[in-house]
């Protein structure tokens, strides 16, 4: 059972690793120079922020962020209070903290906490298929 549980978690978090690559291979393609600056009368300032860099608002619906926001679905929803407390403070969006935007720490933590989930996933999965299988009980 170990081994079935090893090698299964280590496909699932391989998985998850290979589409963080691809996700931020293709965010940072996506980014622009951006200087933090107030913003101006009705203006739309970018979510994510990184350093001097921006994601421009128009790219906000990726097919790589869309992706994510699907298969990381539990950990978004997991982050989702911290996103309500920052909403009792909407000028806090308008910041950037060490040079990140909240919502870029956001999806720092996502990205963390999508761990967890597929390693949860890939424990059910391992456990499910050994429930079914006489071999790995053996």
């Not at 994601?55 to 906000?60: A, K, R, S, V």
Request: net charge positive; aromatic share 16%.
């Amino acid at each position: 059972m170990r081994a079935t549980t090893r090698t299964t978690v280590i496909l699932f978090l391989s998985a998850n690793l290979a589409l963080w690559i691809f996700f931020w291979v293709d965010f940072g393609r996506r980014l622009i120079p951006y200087r933090e600056h107030p913003p101006a009368f009705e203006e739309a300032l970018p979510v994510f922020v990184f350093g001097g860099k921006a994601l421009p608002t128009e790219q906000m619906s990726a097919p790589s962020l869309r992706l994510m926001e699907r298969v990381q679905m539990p950990s978004f929803l997991t982050v989702r209070p911290v996103v309500h407390a920052l909403n009792q403070k909407p000028s806090t969006w308008e910041k950037t903290f060490w040079g990140i935007s909240p919502w870029g720490y956001l999806l720092i933590a996502v990205m963390f906490l999508s761990f967890l989930q597929w390693y949860l996933v890939a424990r059910c999965v391992a456990w499910l298929v050994c429930s079914g299988v006489a071999a790995c009980g053996a």
